[in-house]
């Protein structure tokens, strides 16, 4: 079945960073998605892609589908406490409706 | 508006006791999803709906778990018995694209359930 590796699985930074983190597919995916989840509830939609290569920004976020369609990445720069929270990517193949997610990157931010 | 609506938003229970989660999804949204969250698996998908119709229910994780669509606006999810290994947050999440396309989901706020 699909899987999605998520990376890096925690970061510690300071306010003001900037944070990157990758995901990556075992097979091609034509969806991917990334939300992020506060403590207590349940995850929110950041940013949705649909095309490879296609380079998209919400804020101070960006996030790319990989040409190979095998990966996306998601940016987020000049970090504020508000971004702390679990970030994770999320996809599909073709066909499939259901998504597969990563296991989440953990931000924590020290101010 | 309203979003995604579960109850309850915790429950602790005893092994062996049955236990329902319930979902109102976005009006209007014509999937619906249940996911389940544990820090060992991460978020699984158990199940979904197109148009009140069960889709896939390969994620089910045995015969003790059940779900039920009877209406474009509730769905339950329900476990009996409970065992302990069954403690997680179970999310609800809808869609507005249906069969064919996949659509962003909207997240509950979940349900954590806890089985002594």
């Known amino acids: 079945g699909q899987q999605l590796n998520q990376s890096p699985q925690s970061m510690f930074i300071q306010e003001g960073e900037d944070v990157s983190m990758n995901c990556t597919s075992s097979?091609?995916?034509?969806?991917w998605l990334w939300y992020k989840q506060d403590p207590g509830e349940g995850p929110v939609l950041l940013i949705a892609l649909y095309k490879a290569g296609e380079l998209t920004s919400n804020g101070r976020l960006t996030a790319q589908f990989g040409i190979t369609r095998k990966d996306s990445f998601l940016n987020i720069s000049a970090s504020i406490p508000s971004d702390v929270g679990i970030y994770f990517c999320?996809?599909?193949?073709?066909?499939?409706?259901?998504?597969?997610f990563g296991q989440g990157t953990r931000l924590t931010i020290n101010p | 508006d309203a979003g995604v609506i579960q109850s309850p938003r915790h429950e602790v229970t005893e092994m062996g006791q049955e236990v329902t989660l319930r979902c109102k999804p976005i009006?209007?949204?014509?999937?619906l999803f249940w996911y389940r969250q544990t820090m060992m698996r991460g978020l699984e998908l158990l199940i979904y709906f197109n148009n009140n119709v069960p889709i896939d229910d390969s994620g089910m994780p045995e015969d003790r778990f059940s779900a039920k669509m009877p209406n474009a606006s509730f769905s339950t999810l329900k476990i009996q018995p409970s065992e302990p290994r069954d403690s997680a947050v179970y999310f609800c999440a809808s869609s507005p694209r249906g069969t064919g396309a996949t659509g962003e989901l909207f997240f509950g706020e979940g349900s954590r359930l806890t089985v002594l």
């Open positions: 999320a996809g599909s193949g073709q066909g499939a409706q259901k998504l597969v």
């Open positions: 097979s091609i995916f034509n969806t």
């Open positions: 009006s209007g949204h014509n999937s």
